[in-house]
């Protein structure tokens, strides 16, 4: 099979004029990006970078960043994306744990990666995008190393969010990759030639699973610095094409557009808004479908192995007795496997609620540097999530929470999520987080944060009710607290609840309350 850098390099031989990025107001041509991307892979090598060797970078998107991801591909070095909102401690810890050689860095993120090089004796450069980067790049030959590339080379490492501790690396080869590539777009409306793929968020990320899809189609990444309601609704109404995104920006674009702070237009040629990341809301996603006329996929996966599950827009409204899936996570994908394992690694049937696993060829090959964690999360070749669903008789899976989050109070085991779900729904509510915090009685109580819209627009006594007539007076939140500010937020822009849940713990002995 094709490797990442071949297919890309075939794209470009039959699309060398057509607009490949466009960014900071400025556009390069496959043939131009393609150039460019050579001289990175020279210029990396001109440092005595070899193939398979780890290459770092941090960065919000702009012009070079395709540099970058097309320079490591080009040069067969394994890809390392940073996280832009994570601290030194962090990037220094992500460089050690994959002995990465370089760094490349923006010129705004530099003072983030002082004094680095001196704790981290792999790391034998740094990179840094400023003024003199234009020129530096242009003094770089433009022949194609051409290294010969194994499909189960290593491409790219990307790490988890490192919400229950340090992040890991998760590694995936090209063989790998291309197949996420695959299963990502599978049951999307077909990529065509001058289509879109429209980065809000960094193509070191989620988003950047479209990059490659777009380009191999002869389409053109646009690459933003950041999210901002108005301008990807301009955006999207100017261009078309495809989007990924976490909810809470969907909410933002909901909110933007129904309190008049942004104005929509037209889309006639947006083809999907992809989800992913955590659940969404019941109301955001029908206010959200009458906004992009439909337009909306979402998917579930982990980083290790994504997507599992696909909802597109016939069947996410669709009305299916039996199944109600415009709160589920969709059904397995056609070259994904998904089961429901119970606390001794067996599948369970329809119906019951356990651990989701998941199986693809185009799942992670390794955590890197730790076969221990590998073979804790990677068993007889399923992905173990740490995350509780079940099916219903249609094939639909619906997320039930995580098992690390899981709150046992006065011997009853409470998921948050299905609190969360019960809290969402009513008006006023924004967000919601609940977690598990210390009780005298209990041993463990749920206590919901909730973000609302206005002050007055709901209040705790009405939370509290609404749990306890929809699931039971034990699960109803021992605390309450409101606020119209936003939760907060891990680097890949995921709801924290551990920042939320740990000033409860301090000086606790564990983590499990004691009635």
Same mark, same amino acid.
């Given at each position: 099979?094709l490797?990442?850098r071949?297919?890309?390099?075939?794209a470009?031989?039959?699309?060398?004029?057509?607009? *490949?990025? #466009? =960014?900071? +107001?400025?556009?390069?041509?496959f043939?131009? $990006?393609?150039?460019?991307?050579?001289? @990175? /892979?020279? *210029?990396? #090598? =001109?440092? +005595?970078?070899?193939?398979?060797?780890?290459? $770092?970078?941090?960065?919000?998107?702009? @012009? /070079?960043?395709?540099?970058?991801?097309? +320079?490591?591909?080009?040069?067969?070095?394994?890809?390392?994306?940073?996280?832009?909102?994570?601290?030194?401690?962090?990037?220094?810890?992500m460089?050690?744990?994959?002995?990465?050689?370089?760094?490349?860095?923006?010129g705004?993120?530099e003072?983030?990666?002082?004094?680095?090089?001196?704790?981290?004796?792999?790391l034998?450069?740094?990179?840094?995008?400023?003024?003199?980067y234009?020129?530096?790049?242009?003094?770089?030959?433009?022949?194609?190393?051409?290294?010969?590339?194994d499909?189960?080379?290593?491409?790219?490492?990307?790490?988890?969010?490192?919400?229950?501790g340090?992040?890991?690396?998760?590694?995936?080869?090209h063989?790998?990759?291309?197949?996420?590539?695959?299963?990502?777009?599978?049951?999307?409306?077909p990529?065509?030639?001058?289509?879109?793929?429209?980065?809000v968020?960094?193509?070191?990320?989620?988003?950047?699973?479209?990059?490659?899809?777009?380009?191999?189609?002869?389409?053109?990444?646009?690459?933003?610095?950041?999210?901002?309601?108005?301008?990807?609704l301009?955006?999207?109404?100017?261009?078309?094409?495809?989007?990924?995104?976490?909810p809470t920006?969907?909410s933002?674009?909901?909110?933007?557009?129904?309190?008049?702070?942004?104005?929509?237009?037209?889309?006639?040629?947006?083809?999907?808004?992809?989800?992913?990341?955590?659940?969404i809301?019941?109301?955001t996603?029908?206010?959200?479908?009458?906004?992009?006329?439909?337009?909306?996929?979402?998917?579930?996966?982990q980083?290790?192995?994504?997507?599992?599950?696909?909802?597109?827009?016939?069947?996410?409204?669709?009305?299916?007795?039996?199944?109600?899936?415009?709160?589920?996570?969709?059904?397995?994908?056609?070259?994904?496997?998904?089961?429901?394992?119970?606390?001794?690694?067996k599948?369970?049937?329809?119906?019951?609620?356990?651990?989701?696993?998941?199986r693809?060829?185009?799942?992670?090959?390794?955590?890197?540097?730790?076969?221990?964690?590998?073979?804790?999360?990677?068993?007889?070749g399923?992905?173990?999530t740490?995350?509780i669903?079940?099916?219903?008789?249609?094939?639909?899976?619906y997320?039930?929470?995580?098992?690390?989050?899981?709150?046992i109070?006065?011997?009853?085991?409470?998921?948050?999520?299905?609190?969360?779900?019960?809290?969402?729904?009513?008006?006023?509510?924004?967000?919601?987080?609940?977690f598990?915090?210390?009780?005298?009685?209990?041993?463990?109580?749920?206590?919901?944060?909730v973000?609302?819209?206005?002050?007055?627009?709901?209040?705790?006594?009405?939370?509290?009710?609404?749990?306890?007539?929809?699931?039971?007076s034990y699960?109803k939140?021992?605390h309450?607290?409101?606020?119209?500010?936003?939760?907060?937020?891990?680097p890949?822009?995921?709801?924290?609840?551990?920042?939320?849940?740990?000033?409860?713990?301090?000086?606790q002995?564990?983590?499990?309350?004691?009635?």
């Amino acid at each position: 099979m094709l490797d990442v850098r071949g297919a890309m390099r075939r794209a470009v031989e039959f699309n060398r004029d057509r607009v *490949a990025v #466009i =960014s900071e +107001g400025c556009s390069l041509t496959f043939g131009a $990006a393609w150039t460019r991307g050579k001289q @990175l /892979a020279n *210029a990396l #090598i =001109s440092l +005595g970078v070899e193939p398979g060797d780890r290459v $770092a970078v941090l960065e919000e998107n702009c @012009l /070079a960043s395709s540099d970058f991801f097309l +320079g490591t591909a080009i040069g067969n070095f394994v890809r390392v994306p940073l996280y832009k909102r994570n601290s030194s401690e962090a990037h220094a810890h992500m460089l050690r744990q994959t002995q990465c050689k370089v760094l490349v860095v923006s010129g705004e993120e530099e003072h983030e990666i002082k004094k680095l090089a001196e704790t981290l004796p792999d790391l034998k450069h740094v990179i840094v995008r400023d003024a003199g980067y234009e020129e530096w790049l242009a003094s770089f030959s433009d022949v194609d190393p051409d290294p010969v590339i194994d499909p189960d080379d290593f491409y790219v490492i990307r790490h988890s969010a490192g919400t229950t501790g340090k992040s890991k690396g998760i590694a995936f080869s090209h063989r790998a990759w291309m197949n996420t590539e695959r299963n990502w777009t599978f049951l999307l409306e077909p990529i065509s030639i001058g289509d879109c793929a429209i980065h809000v968020g960094p193509i070191s990320h989620g988003s950047g699973y479209l990059f490659v899809p777009t380009w191999l189609a002869g389409g053109c990444n646009i690459l933003e610095s950041r999210f901002e309601a108005q301008r990807l609704l301009d955006l999207m109404a100017d261009y078309g094409g495809y989007v990924f995104g976490v909810p809470t920006m969907l909410s933002d674009l909901v909110k933007a557009v129904d309190t008049a702070a942004a104005t929509i237009r037209p889309m006639p040629r947006l083809k999907g808004f992809v989800l992913g990341g955590a659940p969404i809301t019941r109301q955001t996603t029908l206010r959200a479908r009458e906004l992009l006329d439909g337009k909306l996929y979402q998917m579930f996966g982990q980083t290790e192995c994504v997507p599992g599950t696909w909802l597109g827009p016939g069947d996410w409204f669709a009305d299916i007795e039996g199944s109600d899936p415009i709160v589920s996570c969709g059904r397995a994908l056609p070259y994904t496997e998904v089961e429901i394992r119970d606390e001794n690694n067996k599948p369970l049937p329809v119906g019951e609620s356990g651990e989701i696993a998941l199986r693809s060829d185009g799942q992670m090959v390794c955590i890197w540097g730790d076969p221990a964690l590998t073979a804790q999360r990677l068993v007889d070749g399923w992905v173990l999530t740490g995350d509780i669903g079940k099916f219903d008789a249609n094939g639909y899976l619906y997320l039930q929470d995580r098992k690390d989050d899981m709150i046992i109070s006065g011997g009853f085991n409470i998921w948050p999520a299905e609190l969360e779900q019960v809290i969402l729904e009513l008006p006023g509510v924004r967000e919601v987080s609940v977690f598990g915090v210390p009780d005298a009685r209990w041993g463990e109580t749920p206590f919901a944060r909730v973000v609302v819209a206005e002050e007055g627009a709901v209040d705790e006594a009405a939370i509290i009710e609404a749990c306890r007539q929809r699931l039971g007076s034990y699960k109803k939140p021992g605390h309450v607290e409101l606020s119209t500010e936003t939760l907060p937020r891990t680097p890949l822009g995921k709801v924290s609840r551990k920042m939320l849940r740990e000033p409860y713990w301090a000086g606790q002995s564990n983590r499990i309350g004691s009635a």
